[in-house]
């Protein structure tokens, strides 16, 4: 599985914009790129995921850089809800495995 | 439309007993999987089964964990005997297919706790 990664934590404040940015320099032509988020206590849940478009849903928007070795996905109005750990994620174009890296702690402040 | 179930939700066992999970998946999905989480990491698959047959199991100890999909809907995840590296969160997911783009729905986990 092609190896991604994100830094550890990250800040924001309730209602402002959050960018949370994973780095995939080994992604392969065929690779979609995933992200899911862990609220505490809980499985985590699938968010957004794209090829090479950037894509939209009601929970965020994906960014994905024109190379595809980044990509960064956007909260665009943070609550305190959105508090997770958000992991971004290449699963094998033969398969659905989810390599799950440690993620980014995303902390919303009110 | 019902999530993914499992149970029960909590578990504590001494070292070297048995122990067992349950897990529904949601409705009309072939794939499902196992993952553990160890506190402070992310999950790490176990076992995926495809309909009731095995299509990944590199990550599962075999010497002590055992999984089985009855008749492609649920499945049973078991541990015998228990380890206390064994304590972890373990959670089942499902998926409607087996693709790179088929979202997967996790349910909320069984804690494990090994004394």
């Known amino acids: 599985d092609a190896k991604t990664t994100q830094p550890n934590s990250m800040e924001s404040n309730e209602e402002e914009p959050v960018h949370l940015p994973c780095n995939h320099s080994t992604i392969s032509g065929t690779d979609y790129i995933h992200w899911y988020r862990q609220l505490p206590s809980q499985g985590p849940e699938y968010v957004i995921h794209?090829?090479?478009s950037n894509v939209n849903n009601r929970m965020a928007s994906l960014a994905i850089a024109e190379d595809r070795k980044s990509s960064t996905l956007i909260l665009h109005r943070a609550t305190l809800r959105d508090a997770a750990v958000y992991y971004c994620?290449?699963?094998?174009?033969?398969?659905?495995?989810?390599?799950f890296g440690e993620g980014t702690q995303l902390t919303v402040n009110p | 439309e019902a999530g993914v179930a499992q149970s029960p939700r909590y578990k504590i066992i001494e070292k070297r007993q048995s122990v067992a999970f349950w897990c529904n998946p949601i409705s009309g999905h072939a794939t499902l999987y196992w993952y553990q989480q160890i506190l402070g990491q992310g999950p790490k698959l176990l076992i995926q089964?495809?309909?009731?047959?095995?299509?990944?199991d590199s990550q599962l100890p075999k010497d002590r964990f055992s999984a089985e999909r009855l008749k492609g809907v649920d499945s049973t995840l078991k541990i015998q005997p228990a380890k206390l590296e064994d304590s972890a969160v373990y959670l089942c997911?499902?998926?409607?297919?087996?693709?790179?783009?088929?979202?997967?729905?996790f349910g909320p986990g069984t804690r494990l706790t090994v004394l």
């Open positions: 089964f495809q309909n009731n047959g095995v299509v990944d």
């Open positions: 794209g090829l090479t």
């Open positions: 994620i290449l699963p094998p174009s033969s398969g659905s495995r989810l390599t």
């Open positions: 997911a499902s998926s409607f297919s087996w693709g790179g783009t088929d979202e997967q729905f």
